[in-house]
């Protein structure tokens, strides 16, 4: 903010002063949103950090009973029983609102009620270890939808921490120094001219005294 574009009245004064009582409290207000922020963030990464365990150890104890599974069945009979999958899954996305971030809601639904009804092949022919790996599978469905949901809202929520970091930063660090400045710099130059103008009547003050006094010795 040049200081040359600003225009030292009391009028710019009174406007400025009211510019930067704004700013404070904007920026009040933004850091109060991004530490709430910070804090939603923490709690939803811990939150991420549980879930992907969870998965990750789901999936990989999945992989074993299909490695398994294999192992004991003709490779033609396994892809057979999996060719055609018995169930079917909607997922449905809704919002919630976290700080004015919309945060996606993930729920599903499967085609049939019974969501254990999951197995599209025989029992007879087919080994228990593919039984265990398609039920492990399903029963780390839901956590894997949460946690989908949740990195999602990880990765909206660093993004409205970001933005709401650069506006507190252009308020700190350059809006509200920048009014400080100018009503500094309008304060100084309007105590300069009342200085100046008080020196100025004082001045006439004397040469009128001047005046009269010699205007009297004249009469004398």
Known sequence: MAMTQVNPTRMELTRLKKKLVTAVRGHKLLKDKRDELMRQFLDLVRENKRLREIVENGIKESNKKFVLAAAVMDDPTLKTALLAPKQSVSVKVTTKNIMSVDIPIFDYTTKTPNKTDIFSYGLAFTSGDLDDAVKS????????????????????????????????????????????????????????????????????????????????????
Do not use: F, W
């Open 137 to 220: 599978l399903n029963d780390i469905m839901p956590d894997m939808l949460n946690l989908a949901e949740c990195e999602k809202a990880c990765k909206l929520l660093a993004a409205e921490i970001e933005r709401t970091r650069r506006r507190v930063n252009a308020l700190e660090h350059v809006m509200i120094p920048g009014y400080q400045r100018q009503i500094k710099y309008i304060t100084m130059k309007l105590d300069e001219n009342e200085r100046s103008t008080q020196i100025r009547l004082m001045k006439v003050k004397d040469m009128m005294i001047k005046q009269v006094i010699e205007s009297k010795h004249r009469e004398d």
